[in-house]
């Protein structure tokens, strides 16, 4: 028999010292995941993994603003966490492809008629070192991508976080608005019910604030329900459990701005800044060096290099080479190059709609943000301001008994329900400017709110 040892000892020194240099890093890759982040303008919270539990309590220890529930979320979203967890995969096989295959040692020992036969094999795989220079830089750009979609997991976990803050604090405020409808309403049909039973007033009348209130017990129950779903919604972003659900939220939303952002240059801001286009354009990159590393080795699939040092049974010693080389007769790799062919020009068209479509989401996210601050504007600086001087001169005809104080308490009504719509378009317009943001950086999660014309309020009857 013969001893085969598949590599040459320059190889083999070659083979140990790359397999050397591939590392894991100190980090994880999480540096540049902060990096890529802080330059759309979301910060990662600074905190080792022993501390999250104790920040998270400090923040809950305060009403929330938006800036904290996105640092819990950030520190404690079980999803972001899995997140990181695939970036540890993506680093485990860049340092997986700078290592050979580990050689295979074997022996064997036979004893036949003629004496005992000895045979040794030591194999190490030559094609995995020739094609290495060409295979570390793939994974190193799959690597690039896996820290691009976590940074992005990041933008979006934010953004989906302060969008669901936004709501909660919103549907805080309806819920109040609306109790104060109730309680109301509940005086008016009290009241209507003691006037007919003195015989001062009409069924029909009575019927109608009766009507009115019981739509107001209906509107509050929504709105209590709408309040659980979006505060739980909230809960499931920053991770919370226990106890620590009974967070505070502020009374209010935050003011609108002075004047709403102007962005000079929205659609090229976007190409350069948004994430899945710029992990469009890596992807490419990859595709087409390993369209490259496919047309290498079309006609090379396996080549054993062997050093040939054999004894036989009676004693005799021989030594030389092999070379062993696959030869393609049946499969001169044409399928493998077309397939990666067709892949890199699927990714090319991809990345061209994915650009496209970029243009649109950025011209459309700021079309709504501008719309959202008009509208929120329009009922802080217009519709409310009006509705409370006409409360204010109803107020001053009733002390004059000039209206009846079912008058007075429709008035009252129409008012909260202004106030209420003033809250919702305030919500808007915040979720708009989130919406945004996350246009211009690729962490987008859903699309931001959709202006259209809200179902209307109980109305008061008319007398």
């Known amino acids: 028999m013969r001893t085969k040892a598949r590599h040459t000892l320059p190889l083999a020194i070659a083979a140990v010292l790359l397999a050397g240099c591939a590392s894991f890093s100190s980090d994880g890759g999480?540096?540049?995941?902060?990096?890529?982040?802080?330059?759309?303008?979301?910060?990662?919270?600074?905190?080792?993994?022993?501390?999250?539990?104790?920040?998270?309590?400090?923040?809950?220890?305060?009403?929330?603003?938006?800036?904290?529930?996105?640092?819990?979320?950030?520190?404690?979203?079980?999803?972001?966490?899995?997140?990181?967890?695939?970036?540890g995969i993506a680093e485990a096989d860049l340092v997986q492809s700078g290592r050979l295959?580990?050689?295979?040692?074997?022996?064997?020992?036979?004893?036949?008629?003629?004496?005992?036969e000895i045979e040794r094999q030591l194999m190490l795989p030559v094609i995995g070192l020739l094609t290495m220079p060409l295979a570390r830089p793939l994974e190193a750009r799959r690597f690039e991508l896996a820290q691009m979609r976590t940074a992005a997991d990041v933008l979006r976990v934010a953004d989906e976080t302060r969008r669901a803050w936004y709501s909660a604090v919103a549907a805080e405020q309806s819920a109040l608005y609306l109790e104060q409808v109730k309680s109301a309403a509940e005086a008016s049909a009290e009241l209507a019910q003691r006037m007919a039973q003195a015989g001062n007033w009409s069924r029909l009348q009575q019927a109608r604030e009766q009507a009115f209130y019981a739509d107001a017990v209906a509107q509050l129950a929504r709105a209590r329900h709408a309040r659980t779903v979006e505060r739980e919604h909230l809960t499931r972003l920053m991770g919370l459990w226990g106890d620590a659900i009974a967070f505070q939220l502020p009374e209010r939303l935050p003011d609108l701005p002075a004047a709403p952002r102007e962005i000079q240059d929205a659609e090229g801001d976007a190409m350069r800044n948004r994430l899945d286009i710029l992990m469009a354009q890596k992807e490419l990159a990859g595709l087409s060096a390993s369209l490259g590393l496919t047309r290498a080795t079309r006609f090379v699939n396996l080549l054993d290099l062997s050093y040939l040092r054999n004894r036989e049974a009676d004693g005799a010693r021989t030594t030389?080479?092999?070379?062993?080389?696959?030869?393609?007769?049946?499969?001169?790799?044409?399928?493998?190059?077309?397939?990666?062919?067709?892949?890199?020009?699927?990714?090319?068209?991809?990345?061209?709609?994915?650009?496209?479509?970029?243009?649109?989401?950025?011209?459309?996210?700021?079309?709504?943000?501008?719309?959202a601050y008009d509208i929120a504007r329009h009922y802080r600086d217009?519709?409310?301001?009006?509705?409370?001087?006409?409360?204010?001169?109803?107020?001053?005809?009733?002390n004059g008994m000039l209206i009846s104080v079912f008058e007075l308490l429709a008035d009252a009504r129409e008012q909260v329900a202004s106030v209420n719509a003033a809250i919702e378009a305030q919500r808007d317009f915040w979720i708009a400017d989130s919406a945004l943001q996350a246009a211009l950086t690729g962490g987008a999660g859903t699309p931001g709110p959709t202006l259209r014309a809200d179902a209307p309020a109980p109305s008061a009857p008319s007398h």
Request: proline share 6%.
């Open 30 to 87: 999480q540096d540049q995941v902060r990096a890529l982040a802080a330059a759309r303008n979301q910060n990662l919270p600074p905190v080792a993994p022993a501390a999250r539990a104790q920040r998270v309590t400090e923040l809950l220890a305060t009403p929330l603003t938006p800036e904290h529930a996105v640092e819990i979320a950030l520190l404690n979203n079980r999803t972001l966490q899995a997140g990181y967890a695939e970036l």
């Open 382 to 398: 217009e519709v409310v301001p009006l509705k409370k001087r006409i409360s204010d001169e109803q107020l001053l005809r009733y």
């Open 101 to 116: 295959q580990n050689p295979v040692l074997s022996f064997g020992r036979v004893r036949g008629a003629d004496g005992v």
């Open 320 to 371: 030389g080479y092999e070379i062993e080389l696959q030869i393609p007769l049946f499969d001169w790799g044409s399928a493998r190059v077309a397939r990666a062919e067709a892949m890199y020009m699927q990714a090319v068209q991809r990345a061209a709609g994915m650009a496209i479509d970029a243009r649109s989401q950025v011209r459309l996210a700021y079309s709504g943000y501008r719309t």
